[in-house]
T-cell receptor, first 112, second 113 residues
Framework: GESVGLHLPTLSVQEGDNSIINCAYS??????FIWYKQESGKGPQFIIDIRSNMDKRQGQRVTVLLNKTVKHLSLQIAATQPGDSAVYFC???????????FGTGTRLTVIP | DSGVTQTPKHLITATGQRVTLRCSPRSGDLSVYWYQQSLDQGLQFLIQ???????AKGNILERFSAQQFPDLHSELNLSSLELGDSALYFC????????????FGAGTRLSVL
């Protein structure tokens, strides 16, 4: 499925390189953050999440870093593969809220 | 496969019409969230239901409404459709409410002509 389209930030990386996708959030009261991957024609797929009492969390080939001081979140993908090509969204949840607030997304293209 | 089922996958209709989008959450999940994804606005939260009751409301138009049934499936009703309502509509389910992973369905693509 398409997301933001013309104004979507893009990142191109060579296959096998590491990717870093950044996300700035605005609400200092947010206590939960999550990354999703959306491939064309599909719904967002959960990648990794992190709570505000942590500053790093690792998964399989992915790492999320949270810097609350500057309200910045990043997703690192190790040894990027062609199958990683997609749009990546970060989302935040304000403390006490139920819903997620999504960022605009970054389109990652992996060059074989 | 996320376990969340949305039907139909595609819907084409005319302005002024009314449509119903359906979502079946993952087994055991009590919360359903609806989102709208359009080219110029990304993923926008519309509304959340938890165990049959409305829990949170986002930027949902008055022409739109939703409900969650006793079997926990949910329907999003869109009426008096306008061209600008053309978008992808996703539902997501979550075990509880508040913080936690939301699992998304494949979406319904609505085209209003």
């Amino acid at each position: 499925g398409e997301s933001v389209g013309l104004h979507l930030p893009t990142l191109s990386v060579q296959e096998g390189d590491n990717s870093i996708i950044n996300c700035a959030y605005s609400n200092s009261a947010s206590d939960y953050f999550i990354w999703y991957k959306q491939e064309s024609g599909k719904g967002p797929q959960f990648i990794i999440d992190i709570r505000s009492n942590m500053d790093k969390r690792q998964g399989q080939r992915v790492t999320v870093l949270l810097n609350k001081t500057v309200k910045h979140l990043s997703l690192q993908i190790a040894a990027t593969q062609p199958g990683d090509s997609a749009v990546y969204f970060c989302a935040e949840r304000a403390a006490g809220a139920n819903n997620l607030f999504f960022g605009t997304g970054t389109r990652l293209t992996v060059i074989p | 496969d996320s376990g969340v089922t949305q039907t139909p996958k595609h819907l084409i209709t005319a302005t002024g019409q009314r449509v119903t989008l359906r979502c079946s959450p993952r087994s055991g999940d009590l919360s359903v969230y609806w989102y709208q994804q359009s080219l110029d606005q990304g993923l926008q939260f519309l509304i959340q239901y938890y165990n049959g009751e409305e829990r949170a409301k986002g930027n949902i138009l008055e022409r739109f409404s939703a409900q969650q049934f006793p079997d926990l499936h949910s329907e999003l009703n869109l009426s008096s459709l306008e061209l600008g309502d053309s978008a992808l509509y996703f539902c997501a389910s979550q075990a509880g409410t508040g913080g936690g992973i939301q699992y998304f369905g494949a979406g319904t693509r609505l085209s209003v002509l």
